[in-house]
């Protein structure tokens, strides 16, 4: 049954406009800056709530609510150090400051990352190597 080109022409103009709004919600959604920004935004909260959960045993963030646990003036966080790994605030009289003799950094070895720099050098040496042959066969 044929209709009439106006109703046509009208269901066109709207099925446009609709997919024109469709792809710019799906270019926002995608756009880099939105993406960096709502994982900014994740981070953030994931940063606050690890904060609000250890930060009192390690003398950051928010102090102790109401009903913490009371550190002695002289120890530990409430003397703006660093507590001992395994030591938080209700840990009892043997919390006791980190000194620098205490912490010691380690080193980890990402073989993920040595086997990818190896293979590189193995492909640009093997690179090198051929471009050699070329050339002493060519001239």
Do not use: K, N
Request: aromatic residues 2%.
């Amino acid at each position: 049954m044929p209709q009439d080109p106006a109703v046509i022409q009208q269901q066109i103009e709207e099925t446009r406009a609709e997919l024109a709004a469709t792809i710019d919600s799906i270019a926002e959604i995608v756009s880099p800056r939105r993406i960096a920004d709502r994982t900014q935004e994740q981070l953030r909260i994931r940063t606050a709530e690890l904060r609000q959960r250890y930060g009192p045993a390690l003398g950051i963030g928010p102090g102790p609510g109401p009903g913490a646990p009371q550190l002695p003036a002289g120890s530990g966080a409430a003397a703006g150090g660093v507590l001992a790994p395994g030591r938080g605030p209700g840990a009892g009289p043997g919390a006791h400051r980190l000194s620098p003799r205490d912490v010691a950094f380690v080193r980890v070895v990402r073989w993920d990352r040595v086997a990818l720099v190896g293979g590189g050098l193995l492909l640009f040496a093997g690179g090198v190597r051929r471009r050699r042959r070329r050339s002493t066969r060519r001239g």
